[in-house]
Nanobody
């Protein structure tokens, strides 16, 4: 089985940057589609960005031009570089792996707080 652990969250002021990492263990994740999701206070979890097994990326409109998703298959990690952060970006950010069409693997989440 595969386990995912996020890191890199913290408190930043609006306009600042943060780099989130997702470390995978137990399986080689290079063959799986992956992504970052987030859940703000009182909100449902929403998709932030995805990167498939071929390295193709997609972004939510709200983060286009500010966030960059990438993966290093050799290190079995995935990264979300977040620039020009806004208070609306405040949320718990989760690493996701599409294990199968019906089964998603999630990390424990890392808190990102952006002050105005």
């Amino acid at each position: 089985q595969v386990q995912l652990v996020e890191s890199g969250g913290g408190l930043v002021q609006a306009g600042g940057s943060l780099r989130l990492s997702c470390a995978a263990s137990g399986r080689d994740v290079s063959i799986y589609d992956m992504g970052w999701y987030r859940q703000g206070p009182g909100k449902q979890r929403e998709l932030v960005a995805t990167i498939d097994r071929g390295g193709r990326t997609n972004y939510a409109d709200s983060v286009k031009g500010r966030f960059t998703i990438s993966r290093d298959n050799n290190k079995n990690t995935m990264v979300l570089q977040m620039n020009s952060l806004k208070p609306e970006d405040t949320a718990v950010y989760y690493c996701n792996l599409k294990r199968s069409i019906w089964y998603d693997v999630w990390g424990q989440g890392t808190q990102v707080t952006v002050s105005s």
